[in-house]
Structure formats: C-alpha cells, structure tokens
C-alpha cells in the first residue's frame, strides 16, 4: 500500500522552531515531488512548499526565508524545516505525493502549534 | 499569490447534479491545463478526484467530471449521493511554479 506518514508536530512558542518529517513506503520514492500543505483550524487547505524530484525547492510566500524543505532518496523521507515559527503557522500539516499535477497520496497529518 | 475562488457552499438533493466553481486568473488556470479537484470529509485527509482539469484517478466514480473555460475551473457531481456531502477544494499550478489551492465549497446533500 502507498502510504505518507507525517510526524514531528508539537507545542511551540512563537519564533520557534520545528522540523517536520514526512516518510513515504509502498512505492519507489525518488523523482516524485513531494508536497507539503496546510489547515490551519476550521480554515482551507493551503499549498506551503513543495520539493521536486532532483530537490529543488518551492515554496509560498508567506513562508519562504522561514521554512526550508530537503529530502533524503535513500530513507524515502522529506523533512519541512519551520523556523521563526508564528501564531499563524498553527495548522495541521500534511504531506502529498505529486502525479501528473495532482496530490495523489496524502499522510493524515501532524498538529503544529505556535503559541506563548 | 491569492487563492482562488470558489463558493462556500452548494447543495441538492440526492440524483441531482451540483457543479462548483473555481475561478482564478491568467497566471495560474487560465494558462495551465493543471487544475485538480480534492473530497475532504470532516476529519479527514483530502483524497484527489481529478487531475489535469478532467482526468479521473483509478476508483474515483465517473459521477465526478471536471472542465475548464478560460480562467475558471468546474467540478460537476452528478447523481449526488449522501456520501458525496464532503468540502471541495480546486487547486492549481501556477507561473511562479508554486501551487494554489481554492477557497474550499461545501456541498450540502438535502
């Protein structure tokens, strides 16, 4: 089975820092672009950054300079790496598998909360 | 980049046809054949039911067709099922090579 499972959400204080991790399994990793996306509670959906296949990366404006995103070919993982943390950065965090422009895999998510 | 636009809500009553919009500008679906559609339940993760403006993916009913004209993007469910009740979600692919996402619509089945 084609599976995304996020992890490394948590509590943190404003102009924190938080590295999240998203480990894919049940396909052959490399190439796909990786997509991170966000919820903030009761809101939309959010497109936050994305990493193609050869790592170059993508990302919204109201994060790029904070976040930065890598991927590791050989452990079949891609970590978002949030700095300089805001209250509005608080969202659920999901990981998506790219195919042909659209999310096809998702994780279900890990909890980001900035808060004092 | 502004999130493009979609109506909060929209509903029928089972087997009627319901279609959503998702209208946005010349730098991102006007220009680009790169419009997906997401199913989001309450407290769920989002599952893709098109891609590429029409394209279903494998298990995904053929009740759910998606087009585009110009700037604006169309989901159409047709035959709408209790279960279809769910918020909708366009996204598209732009010219600063990023993403957007629409503004969500929920679909109410009466």
């Known amino acids: 089975e084609e599976q995304m499972v996020e992890s490394g959400g948590g509590l943190v204080q404003p102009g924190g820092s938080l590295r999240l991790s998203c480990a894919a399994s049940?396909?052959?990793?490399?190439?796909?672009?990786i997509h991170w996306v966000r919820q903030a509670p009761g809101k939309g959906l959010v497109w936050v950054s994305r990493i193609n296949g050869d790592g170059s990366p993508h990302f919204v404006d109201s994060v790029r300079g904070r976040f930065t995103i890598s991927r590791d070919d050989a452990k079949n993982m891609v970590h978002l790496q949030m700095s300089s943390l805001r209250d509005e950065d608080t969202a659920v965090y999901y990981c998506?598998?790219?195919?042909?422009?659209?999310?096809?895999?998702w994780g279900q998510g890990t909890t980001v909360t900035v808060s004092s | 980049q502004s999130a493009l636009t979609q109506p909060p809500s929209v509903s029928g009553s089972p087997g009627q046809s319901v279609t959503i919009s998702c209208t946005g500008t010349?730098?991102?679906?006007?220009?680009?054949?790169?419009v997906s559609w997401y199913q989001q339940p309450p407290g769920t993760a989002p599952k893709l039911m098109i891609y590429e403006v029409s394209s279903r993916p494998s298990g995904v009913p053929d009740r759910f067709s998606g087009s585009k004209s110009g700037n604006t993007a169309s989901l159409t469910i047709s035959g709408l099922q209790a279960e279809d009740e769910a918020d909708y979600f366009c996204?598209?692919?732009?010219?600063?090579?990023?993403?957007?996402f629409g503004t969500g619509t929920k679909v109410t089945v009466l």
């Open positions: 996204v598209s692919y732009t010219s600063s090579d990023t993403y957007v």
């Open positions: 010349s730098s991102d679906i006007g220009n680009y054949n790169r």
């Open positions: 998506a598998r790219d195919r042909k422009y659209g999310l096809e895999v």
């Open positions: 049940g396909f052959s990793f490399s190439g796909y672009w």
